[in-house]
């Protein structure tokens, strides 16, 4: 049972009984986190109302080097800011061996977009950014985080990661992913001749990574990308964030973030940080391996899909913008003729909508809808998947002078093609564009309006600003 990813092992639940001092009623997964579990916990504590508490637990050990910290270090986060005016969840224990953190459960939803009342969006959007500011206020030399080692620049920060980066993407035969050294080498040579204070980011920070409640946040959460750097880093992830869920007009809240922290923004140095913050994720992505094909799955693996074609994209449309290359519009092919069976696609979906209406439970809810999303996404591939795939061959016969054996030989051919310098990164670059349009066409249903999200401007026509 301690590999059931709908239920808290043992352990844990003694864990938590022994340190708030009461026996565990309920262990409920909740959605929240695309990396860790969330788990609503009550602990019954004498003839008092149980005690609702929140753990956040990682089943599989965060590697060493990679991406994210582990749930030791991000709790060192928490504890570090409690005192602060930064609104973090009370933390009550951090777990000695596994990776697991105990929290006072904090009121409040997270996905901003369902705030209709446009009032109330503004209102808890500048309260977010009032505790952004807060927080890039902070002296990080002030603050407990020996994990993160010793405050030095914000350019050493940079190189020191981007170097973390390349390590993490670069495989045991010593290759690189091509799109992931273009965009390495470019960070690498560009980093941002910025000399003002060093500030605590929290990297991934924005809406869906805060909660809210009655037009105020109640916490700021997942600081499991937490690290010293230059405050646009943050100003990125936010911009980023905005894409994937919604955060009112970004150019009035950054305004605002000007005002409250006496930080200006740099419009350049944000660039440098959307493509710093997807290189990122990317690196995490090529050290993964990629997401298992056995085994009960961890997590919502629609949403995984949606959100992998989503950062690719704006990995490229980053990427350009920094090279000041010109990304060309991409006419995909009109959709092929559906096949006789196509109709169980709809039927499946029909089905999947009913049982979604019923579900009470919110983690069962969330994952038929990424199940929703994969069927959608299937369908579409049974029907252009393979004159899409022809049409990428076709783009690697005109970059290689020849036609490949097949479509997969071709990927490896034009990438060893361009590590032999025979296709130049621009070309590589459209290359990726048209195949990335593609797979975003294939992925249109199952996206819905993100399909339609780009990078956010950071400030309006009128304004001026450096950049």
């Given amino acids: 049972m301690a590999d059931d990813p709908l239920r808290l092992p043992d352990d844990l639940i003694e864990w938590v009984a022994e340190t708030v001092g009461g026996p565990v009623t309920s262990a409920t997964r909740v959605p929240g986190g695309a990396s860790r579990e969330a788990w609503f916990v009550d602990v019954a504590v004498g003839d008092d109302p149980p005690r609702r508490l929140f753990v956040r637990y990682a089943r599989t050990p965060t590697a060493p080097g990679g991406v994210f910290h582990s749930l030791q270090v991000e709790g060192e986060v928490l504890l570090a800011l409690r005192d602060t005016a930064v609104k973090v969840p009370p933390t009550l224990a951090v777990h000695p061996v596994h990776e697991a953190i105990l929290e006072e459960r904090v009121e409040g939803d997270t996905w901003f977009y369902r705030i209709t009342d446009p009032d109330e969006q503004v209102a808890v959007a500048r309260d977010f950014v009032?505790?952004?500011?807060?927080?890039?206020?902070?002296?990080?030399?002030?603050?407990?985080?020996?994990?993160?080692?010793?405050?030095?620049?914000?350019?050493?920060?940079?190189?020191?990661?981007?170097?973390?980066?390349r390590r993490r993407a670069t495989d045991e035969k010593g290759r690189i992913d091509p799109l992931l050294d273009i965009s390495l080498r470019w960070l690498e040579h560009h980093v941002p001749e910025y000399d003002g204070p060093v500030v605590l980011v929290q990297g991934d920070t924005g809406p869906g990574n805060f909660m809210y409640r009655d037009g105020a946040v109640t916490a700021v959460v997942d600081w499991e990308l937490a690290h010293f750097g230059d405050p646009m880093d943050d100003i990125a992830w936010l911009s980023l964030r905005t894409v994937q869920d919604t955060f009112t007009h970004l150019p009035d809240r950054l305004r605002e973030y000007e005002q409250l922290s006496g930080i200006e923004i740099d419009d350049d140095r944000v660039w440098y940080y959307r493509l710093f913050a997807e290189t990122r994720l990317a690196s995490h992505r090529a050290a993964s391996g990629g997401p298992a094909t056995d085994g009960p799955a961890q997590r919502d693996i629609g949403n995984a899909l949606i959100y992998g074609v989503l950062h690719r994209r704006l990995t490229l449309e980053a990427l350009a913008r920094v090279m000041g290359e010109e990304l060309e519009p991409v006419e995909c092919l009109p959709d092929q003729d559906p096949e006789e069976w196509h109709h169980l696609y709809d039927a499946a979906l029909g089905m999947l909508s009913t049982v979604v209406r019923r579900v009470d439970d919110p983690?069962?809810?969330?994952?038929?809808?990424?199940?929703a999303r994969v069927v959608k996404y299937l369908k579409e591939l049974d029907r252009n998947g393979r004159a899409y795939r022809d049409e990428e061959w076709r783009d690697q016969a005109t970059l290689l002078g020849e036609l490949p054996s097949s479509a997969p030989a071709g990927r490896v051919a034009v990438a060893q093609a361009w590590r032999a310098g025979k296709v130049s990164d621009e070309a590589y670059l459209r290359y990726m564009w048209r195949q990335v349009k593609r797979d975003d066409n294939l992925m249109a249903t199952a996206s819905g309006q993100l399909r339609h999200r780009t990078w956010p401007p950071l400030r309006d026509p009128t304004d001026a600003g450096p950049g």
């Fill in 363 to 371: 983690l069962a809810s969330q994952w038929t809808k990424g199940v």
């Fill in 130 to 165: 009032a505790s952004l500011a807060a927080q890039h206020r902070l002296d990080p030399r002030t603050l407990d985080l020996p994990s993160l080692g010793p405050v030095t620049t914000a350019r050493r920060h940079a190189l020191d990661e981007v170097a973390a980066m």
